[in-house]
């Protein structure tokens, strides 16, 4: 009991200063910090349509022209994709890795960056990396 009434003037001062402290006003000029929630990001975003004209893919043909990249079959992972007939929204095989568009193309069109390039059977396949379906083909060699 004697611990109690001596702890009970402590206990009386706290009250009293929690009760005369003034409560702080809410409000941008308190420098309170107002916490928001920000729009939700899309997932899987799909890239815009990529529609190609026929100057557009001559110059993406002359830009991948001197660049190595050919299919070869003869590659073990490659071989399963020998039977594969590429589309325009076909998916491409497992094996198959896409290319990065070149540097200087990208400058010249900057909607390509979002997409890769095969070269596959004589064919210029654009592929959208994120879903490895093909969004535009044309022949590899003009004419």
Known sequence: MRCLLSRAPLAATI???????????????SGAVEQTVPPPVAQ????????????????????VNGENTEVQFTIAPNKPAKGFAPSVGA??????????????????MPALK????????????IIDPMSRKIV????????
Not at 15 to 29: C, I, Y
Not at 114 to 125: A, D, M, N
């Open 15 to 29: 009250l009293a200063l929690a009760v005369s402290v003034p409560p702080v006003a809410a409000g941008p000029q």
């Open 44 to 63: 899987n975003q799909k890239p815009p349509p990529l529609k190609l004209s026929d100057d557009q893919r001559a110059k993406i043909r002359q830009a």
């Open 91 to 108: 998916k491409i095989p497992a094996g198959l890795k896409p290319h990065t568009l070149p540097p200087p193309l990208l400058a010249d």
């Open 114 to 125: 979002r997409y890769t390039y095969l070269k596959f059977k004589q064919q210029v396949l």
């Open 136 to 143: 535009d083909m044309f022949p590899e060699a003009s004419g």
